[in-house]
């Protein structure tokens, strides 16, 4: 074996290799869309209620985002976008910043440490705190789960 398949071979398993990460984190992700998409949280009794939502009887960002992905894994865009339009939103985003973390990593360049510019994750911060609180007024209930 010369010298240049030898080096060109531990380059495609050492590619290989880093891809395990972003592999890693898809297969999480589809395992947690199965298991909700088998295991509807419509029914009582399959997944804790929100704490939030218990203690104070009010809606966090997050409340309706096991129903939106059970409506997501069934192909139901208008149920998922009922239940919590924001964490439908967030999903092109997600799918964006796993595929440049992919494909930088299968290129061999250096993974970026942020996802975003800061003052866009400033941003989208508040964007979830305007979120909450008007899905909690009532001129705000459509945005409620």
């Known amino acids: 074996m010369t010298a240049h398949a030898e080096h060109t071979g531990r380059r495609g398993k050492g590619r290989l290799r880093s ?3 972003p592999f890693g984190a898809a297969a999480l992700t589809g395992a947690v869309f199965t298991y909700v998409g088998l295991v509807d949280p419509n029914q009582t009794g399959h997944y804790p209620t929100c ?3 218990l203690v104070t009887g009010l809606y966090c960002p997050g409340c309706g985002t096991l129903r939106t992905i059970h409506a997501l894994a069934h ?5 998922a976008l009922g239940l ?4 439908v939103a967030t999903v092109p985003f997600l799918l964006f910043w796993w595929g440049r973390w992919a ?4 290129q061999g360049r250096p993974v970026r440490t942020t996802l975003a510019h800061p003052a866009y994750i ?3 911060l508040a964007l979830v ?5 008007v ?3 009532p001129f705000g209930r459509f945005l409620a789960p």
């Open 19 to 21: 891809m395990l990460a």
């Open 51 to 53: 704490p939030f939502l």
């Open 75 to 79: 192909g139901d865009m208008v149920a």
């Open 84 to 87: 919590n339009p924001l964490a």
């Open 103 to 106: 494909l930088r990593t299968w």
């Open 122 to 124: 400033w941003a989208f």
């Open 129 to 133: 705190i305007v979120y909450w609180i």
């Open 135 to 137: 899905r909690n007024l």
